[in-house]
């Protein structure tokens, strides 16, 4: 439930995550020494990147999801 509520908030949500949770610093702290192989790592960004190319979310100056040629790997671009 915790990525749901952080993902909404990445999203331009409320900042739910941030008062229930701690926000950004609680969540890196959440995945200090823990690992995940360049094959996860690729899943969860394409799996990212579908669900931004099937939303119904209007793509604004303010939000642009990189493209895939492009991105760096990570959902960062709030």
Known sequence: ?????WLAEVFGGPA??????G??????GQHLGRTISEVQRRRWVNVMMDAADESAYP???SFAPPSRATSSG????R
């Open 1 to 5: 439930m915790a990525v749901a509520v």
């Open 23 to 28: 926000g950004y610093l609680h969540m890196l």
């Open 59 to 61: 793509m604004t100056p």
């Open 16 to 21: 739910t995550y941030r008062m229930e949770h």
């Open 74 to 77: 990570a959902p960062g671009w």
